[in-house]
């Protein structure tokens, strides 16, 4: 029988009649790497901070290293740490001072403290640069610093909300590159949010896609993947884009049919072999092929799969909300 970090049973949030997070359920093993994939606003973060007892719950369970997260938020916060989106350091502290404020919080004694900041120091590397300002770290290092903090106090369960959010390319593998260490090696549970995809799908052993509150699909990412079964063959076309993908559903070998603007996304196996095929399909249905891809499924073809949308477009539409809703806030005000 398998012991849970997280059980999680139909939780819900409501904020003003808005549902941000709907009815979800879920299971986290002890020593898992979780991974919440999603757009900005998908409720990513509502279920974190509900998990950690930041929010309360509107309705449903969830229990925590086997406290009810409503009804023990002591016990839960002694066996959880977080790393929040925003920053959160004392930039006027040094980093051994700002996990030894930490570490003072969470009650644990000089000759502990001592010991453990050491530790927490060397396992992300910044043994080197305890002295110096946090001010004076790099984004990179600033993020390592934070993950020590979240793991000074031996939690069971590290929360990471966005945590290369904002860092380039190179300093978010490297960041990666830790976070998986620390699972292995430490055996701490991490749940992880993401809205990169390529995030989940190097660190996560499962991942459940949000998109609107809700669940979507949860698997491990090559299972995800193979949902949809061989090649992704993407179409851009000019024309009769209706008519063509209407044909192409009729197709025992296509697996799957997506539009996407004038974007075709079609997946089969051999799909290299079918190209030829597809083109002369697309032209005798009035319809004009101007570039082909070809390419493995990835998990952004898996969001467009169940939710006819991809990751990308799905942020946009939720950052152009919030600018409408900050519009109509400054109209008010007026």
Request: aromatic share 6%; hydrophobic share 35%.
């Given at each position: 029988m398998k012991d849970y970090a997280i059980k999680v049973h139909k939780l819900t949030r409501k904020f003003n009649g808005l549902t941000a997070v709907d009815s979800i359920s879920f299971t986290v093993p002890n020593g898992e790497l979780f991974g919440l994939l999603g757009p900005n606003g998908a409720g990513k973060t509502t279920t974190i901070n509900m998990l950690s007892t930041l929010l309360s719950t509107t309705s449903g369970q969830a229990e925590l290293a086997g406290?009810?997260?409503?009804?023990?938020?002591?016990?839960?916060?002694?066996?959880?740490?977080?790393?929040?989106?925003?920053?959160?350091?004392?930039?006027?502290?040094?980093?051994?001072?700002?996990?030894?404020?930490?570490?003072?919080?969470?009650?644990?004694?000089?000759?502990?403290?001592?010991?453990?900041?050491?530790?927490?120091?060397?396992?992300?590397?910044?043994?080197?640069?305890?002295?110096?300002?946090?001010?004076?770290?790099?984004?990179?290092?600033?993020?390592?610093?934070?993950?020590?903090?979240?793991?000074?106090?031996?939690?069971?369960?590290?929360?990471?909300d966005e945590p290369t959010l904002g860092l380039d390319i190179q300093t978010r593998r490297y960041i990666w590159d830790y976070v998986k260490r620390l699972n292995q090696e430490n055996e701490v549970t991490i749940v992880l949010t993401t809205h990169y995809m390529e995030e989940a799908d190097f660190l996560c052993e499962r991942i459940a896609i949000m998109d609107y509150g809700k669940f979507v699909a949860m698997d491990s990412p090559d299972k995800l993947k193979n949902i949809l079964g061989g090649d992704v063959v993407s179409l851009e076309l000019e024309g009769d884009v209706q008519d063509v993908m209407s044909r192409m559903k009729e197709l025992s070998w296509i697996h799957t049919v997506t539009l996407h603007g004038e974007v075709l996304s079609l997946t089969m196996e051999s799909g290299e072999r079918k190209i030829p095929q597809l083109i002369n399909m697309a032209q005798q249905n009035g319809a004009q092929v101007s570039c082909v891809h070809l390419r493995k499924?990835?998990?952004?073809?898996?969001?467009?799969?169940?939710?006819?949308?991809?990751?990308?477009?799905?942020?946009?539409?939720?950052?152009?909300?919030?600018?409408?809703?900050?519009?109509g806030r400054m109209g008010r005000r007026r």
């Open positions: 406290f009810d997260v409503s009804k023990h938020r002591d016990e839960v916060r002694q066996n959880i740490g977080v790393v929040f989106q925003e920053p959160a350091l004392d930039t006027k502290l040094t980093g051994k001072e700002n996990l030894e404020f930490h570490a003072m919080m969470y009650g644990m004694g000089k000759k502990e403290r001592k010991e453990r900041v050491q530790e927490v120091l060397r396992l992300v590397d910044l043994t080197e640069k305890a002295g110096v300002l946090v001010e004076n770290y790099s984004g990179g290092m600033k993020r390592r610093l934070e993950i020590a903090r979240g793991l000074v106090h031996r939690p069971k369960v590290l929360f990471l499924p990835s998990l952004d073809d898996v969001f467009l799969h169940y939710t006819g949308r991809s990751i990308r477009d799905q942020e946009a539409t939720q950052i152009e909300k919030n600018r409408q809703s900050l519009r």
